[in-house]
């Protein structure tokens, strides 16, 4: 049944902006009864993560890197240490009330001490050279990462509390072998005894459970347990706030006038954003919104007014467009041919086994009767040419190939216009941009163009002009 309350998350770089996500977000304006019926979910505060695990984009280690190298003795300690003067001068930066600061500085504290005598007692045992501690690492990267979220939790409560807000610090993060429930049934628990029209739930993005968010969604985790709370709490909408809008193009690329904010869109158009790592919401966590007929809309926290993006499961544009174009600027097609393929079974699953073995993110596919390509995302140079070679090894007879190309791929809730491929091909020839390849398919959600890696960011701008700015081809007729 669907409730009457909302379940907002709160992304890690929007919650920098402590007092933007108060003015905007946490109370924008509201007042008495109609601050509650609403669930906070937090990421943790900028950078905390990096600091914790590694830095998502350079990979320089964080407290669990330092602790799995084992490079230099003592060197997670001192990662540890930075943590917590990180934690406290954030806590320094936002409290105004020394009484809230103390209890803030002083729960990280603790927090920090505790994961400080655990990590002293798998350093000793280590040394010893007789156990494997592969299992006892990956549940210390599950305690690291809910840290950052149970820090920005509770020094949220305790700033609302500060402005007269009835808010609860609900703590997902606190989890023992003994406690290894299932996500839905800690969120359950954890929920029993809130009232949500009198108190104001600010929750932690990691949720302690069987299987390790971590290991199961990676980064990914805190919407998964933002997702998974609406569904099981029946909320009526689910919102996310993040430091953009859901726009048409990266603003950067086609100029922040040129970029429109796509407003209206549903959970197919999300998915191929997904798979093109361009996240609206985790697609995992998107499906249990989708089953459940709970919308989703995208805001910017920086724009109080705006509604937003609203996302929901059966919306179709009244007329065919194109909502977004987008891409990856780096993808490596590998091609497989293979003379003897025509009229046998068994290539396909082969390829795919040993893509799978490498660790390959397959983005895109496509084949006719002799050659499979695959597009795979995140696979540099030397790992495609490992694949290669793995497959050469496997079918001595086939000529395989791996190149650097960039795919631009343009979506839309509805993209049967008539002529819209010609229009792009054309758009694209004017910018003097060849094309390697093109995917189109039966649903008519996207269309993928590929391209040399060179001529990525000006595809996505030719494309951008052609297919958005200059509007449908009833906008076109109207002009």
């Known amino acids: 049944m669907t409730g009457t309350h909302s379940v907002e998350k709160i992304g890690g770089t929007s919650m920098a902006a402590t007092s933007t996500v108060f003015e905007n977000v946490l109370i924008a304006g509201r007042k008495g009864a109609d601050l509650y019926n609403r669930i906070f979910v937090v990421s943790a505060y900028a950078g905390m993560t990096d600091l914790l695990l590694e830095h998502k984009k350079s990979g320089e280690p964080g407290v669990h890197g330092h602790f799995v190298r084992n490079e230099a003795p003592g060197a997670w300690r001192t990662a540890l240490t930075e943590v917590l003067g990180a934690m406290w001068a954030r806590n320094a930066e936002m409290f105004a009330r020394p009484e809230s600061r103390e209890e803030a500085d002083r729960f990280v504290a603790e927090r920090i001490a505790a994961l400080e005598s655990c990590l002293d007692d798998l350093d000793r045992l280590r040394r010893h050279g007789h156990f494997r501690l592969s299992e006892q690492i990956a549940t210390l990267r599950e305690m ?152 989703l809309r995208v805001r910017n926290t920086f724009e109080r007014h705006d509604e937003g993006t609203l996302i929901e499961g059966d919306y179709v544009s009244k007329a065919p467009r194109v909502e977004i174009v987008t891409g990856l600027a780096s993808v490596q097609a590998l091609q497989f041919f293979e003379q003897d393929m025509v009229g046998e079974k068994g290539y396909d699953a082969a390829i ?98 590929i391209v040399a890696a060179q001529d990525f960011e000006e595809a996505v701008r030719a494309l951008h002009a052609a297919l958005v700015e200059a509007g449908t081809a009833t906008d076109r007729a109207a002009a």
Not at 185 to 192: L, Q, T
Not at 230 to 250: C, N, P, Q, W, Y
Not at 354 to 380: E, F, M, P, Q
Not at 390 to 396: S, Y
């Open 144 to 295: 690291l990462a809910g840290l950052g979220e149970a820090h920005a939790a509770h020094s949220t409560a305790l700033l609302m509390r500060d402005r007269g807000v009835n808010a609860v610090f609900v703590d997902l993060s606190v989890w023992s072998q003994d406690d290894l429930v299932d996500l839905d049934e800690r969120i359950r628990s954890a929920f029993a005894s809130i009232d949500l029209a009198s108190e104001m739930p600010i929750v932690t993005g990691y949720a302690g459970c069987e299987g390790g968010m971590v290991r199961r969604y990676a980064r990914g985790y805190s919407e998964m347990t933002f997702s998974r709370i609406a569904v099981v709490t029946g909320a009526r909408e689910a919102v996310i706030h993040k430091e953009f809008h859901l726009s048409s193009a990266d603003p950067r690329l086609v100029g922040e006038s040129r970029a429109r904010k796509i407003g209206w869109t549903n959970y197919d158009v999300a998915d191929q954003l997904a798979n093109l790592g361009m996240e609206a919401i985790h697609p995992r966590a998107g499906r249990g919104l989708r089953q459940s007929g709970i919308p």
């Open 352 to 449: 795919l086994e040993t893509l799978t073995r490498h660790g390959a993110w397959i983005v895109s596919k496509s084949s006719n009767a002799n050659t499979i390509t695959h597009y795979l995302s995140g696979t540099g140079s030397e790992q495609a040419a490992q694949i290669v070679d793995d497959l050469r090894a496997q079918w001595p007879g086939s000529v395989v190939t791996a190149q650097e190309v960039a795919m631009v791929s343009v979506i839309g809730s509805d993209l049967s216009e008539p002529g819209l491929v010609p229009r792009a091909l054309a758009a694209l020839d004017g910018a003097g941009i060849g094309l390697v390849a093109l995917q189109h398919q039966i649903r008519n959600v996207d269309v993928q163009f």
